[in-house]
């Protein structure tokens, strides 16, 4: 693959930064990428030009109107399909598989989902007369946010960028977004498709850099930002809310997760290991959702062990574009030093390591890629800090349970609140202890099946706010009161 330039994009038009850095592939360390980093001045000219296009015919798009570009975009995004898919691949060195069946083909759905949610929202005309037949025409219109700040992460870039623009051009917003320093490409790919889909200068503009001192804290503290939506770790959430407290603007948090998957006795286990598999390893470990702690009933524990294991080894690491690859590199080696330093830790907190724990050897030519090796441990104490702690890699403890009591426990005994999924053929089971997960999403016999309209998001360090059909909507709106004296 080439070397790519890679450019911010403001009020419609590719545009330089202040600086340049390198973008390295995970999977061999190359440079496969320039990128124009923004500075003071060009985020600054995007907030102004987000500001502009919301004051002019952008602002008073219809509902019906902005339906109709979400389609066209998600129609562009399909013609240049295969671009993205590169692009996407480039960055974080993901099987392409994996990038055509989830983030590209997520990115056309979120556009077609939130065209159908705007469209059925009723934004336009939503009128209440004043009950007791008082004399007064009472309504409300749902205005835009404004300018909104689109601040993502590195591990499924196109799928969490789109999930969150696709609802604030809904809703007739004007965004800047800053995708990750790891992940540059398909955001700036997708200013190409905006223009074609007809979007109007000012309405999407991107600026890339980094968090502090950079263009991420360039735009979080920009006074002309009316909201930040944002997805990354916990810590980097509570930067963001401090930096936009002195403004008081309201923000949209995904963050961070431990989440914890339940193996009840009496689920199918065959199916229990597969979807734990996955739910472990999907993207090396790379999603926000993924199982980090797994909880099995006594009687199967030796069972899931020996299965998740066996799994574990089925898995092939290697190039994205070999047909055979299930599992990419992490995204940077300076990530893969924080889960080696976890694998290290595991250790140190007694863990038996089942399999992994180390740098595979893959060969001189990815040698220089950010390459781990998918672990399980077991015998981990529940207080161990690999077991409280986000990884964010290919890893998880197995521990054993013996009643549905200890197991909702174990799994609430955490300051994350993301997903949780449980496994059991007893679907009362199976809604009772979902109902009990403080978690924001928990799904049975199943993970990371997604409904768009469902709300989205965290409890405690997972998060503020839910995104997701109607849930999108009150965020990227902002409801204004009419009251007429009749
Ligand atoms: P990160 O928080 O380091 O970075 C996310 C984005 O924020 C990047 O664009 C980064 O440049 C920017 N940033 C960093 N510091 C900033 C600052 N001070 N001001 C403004 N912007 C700043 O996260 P990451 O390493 O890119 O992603 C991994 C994390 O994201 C994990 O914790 C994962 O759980 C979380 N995540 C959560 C969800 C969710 O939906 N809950 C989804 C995906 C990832
Ligand atoms: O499916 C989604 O809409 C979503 N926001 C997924 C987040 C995955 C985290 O890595």
Excluded at 29 to 34: I, K
Excluded at 317 to 326: F, I
Excluded at 402 to 410: C, G
Aim: proline residues 5%; aromatic residues 6%; glycine residues 10%.
């Amino acid at each position: 693959m080439g070397q790519a330039e890679i450019m911010n994009f403001v009020d419609g038009a590719f545009v330089t930064g202040a600086s340049t850095f390198d973008k390295l592939s995970p999977v061999d360390g190359q440079v496969t990428a320039t990128v124009h980093e923004a500075g003071r001045a060009e985020v600054d000219a995007a907030v102004t030009a987000a500001r502009r296009a919301l004051d002019g015919p952008w602002g008073r798009t219809s509902v019906a109107d902005r339906a109709r570009v979400l389609r066209r975009i998600a129609d562009r995004i399909e013609e240049r399909f295969e671009d993205f898919v590169e692009a996407e691949v480039r960055d974080t060195g993901k099987p392409v598989a994996q990038a055509r069946q989830l983030d590209v083909a997520r990115a056309v759905a979120n556009f077609r989902s939130f065209a159908d949610t705007v469209s059925a929202a009723g934004l336009d005309s939503y009128l209440t007369e004043l009950p007791g037949g008082r004399r007064a025409l009472n309504y409300a219109i749902a205005q835009p946010l404004g300018v909104v700040a689109v601040i993502v992460p590195w591990n499924l870039p196109l799928l969490l960028l789109t999930w969150k623009v696709a609802p604030a051009l809904a809703c007739g917003n004007a965004v800047v977004v800053k995708p990750s320093e790891e992940t540059p490409s398909t955001a700036t790919l997708l200013a190409e498709v905006m223009a074609d889909a007809g979007v109007p200068a000012g309405v999407y503009n991107v600026v890339h850099g980094f968090g502090p001192s950079s263009a991420g804290e360039f735009l979080t503290t920009h006074e002309g930002i009316d909201g930040v939506t944002f997805t990354g770790e916990s810590g980097t959430g509570s930067a963001i809310m401090r930096a936009v407290a002195p403004a008081v603007r309201p923000v949209s948090f995904e963050l961070g997760g431990k989440n914890a998957a339940i193996v009840f006795a009496d689920a199918d286990l065959d199916k229990a290991v597969d979807g734990l598999s996955r739910s472990v390893f999907a993207n090396t470990g790379q999603v926000c959702l993924c199982t980090e702690r797994v909880y099995v009933q006594r009687p199967v524990y030796d069972d899931v062990v020996a299965g998740l294991v066996a799994k574990a080894r089925q898995l092939r690491l290697g190039r994205p574009e070999h047909p055979d690859t299930t599992t990419g590199p992490l995204i940077s080696v300076a990530h893969r030093e924080k889960v080696l330093s976890y694998l290290a830790l595991a250790r140190d907190e007694g863990a038996e390591t089942l399999i992994g724990g180390g740098v595979p050897d893959l060969g001189p030519d990815l040698a220089g890629g950010a390459w781990v090796e998918p672990t399980l441990w077991a015998g981990l104490d529940h207080g161990a800090r690999t077991v409280r702690e986000e990884v964010f890699g290919p890893v998880a403890a197995l521990m054993p349970f013996d009643h549905e009591e200890d197991a909702v426990r174990l799994a609430n005994d955490t300051r994350y609140g993301l997903a949780a999924a449980v496994w059991t053929q007893n679907l009362e089971r199976g809604h009772r202890v979902a109902q009990r997960m403080r978690v924001g999403m928990a799904w049975v016999n199943t993970w990371f099946l997604r409904d768009l309209r469902s709300p989205f998001g965290g409890v405690g360090l997972s998060g503020i706010g839910r995104e997701g059909g109607q849930h999108s909507l009150h965020f990227y709106t902002q409801p204004t009161n009419v009251c007429v004296q009749l």
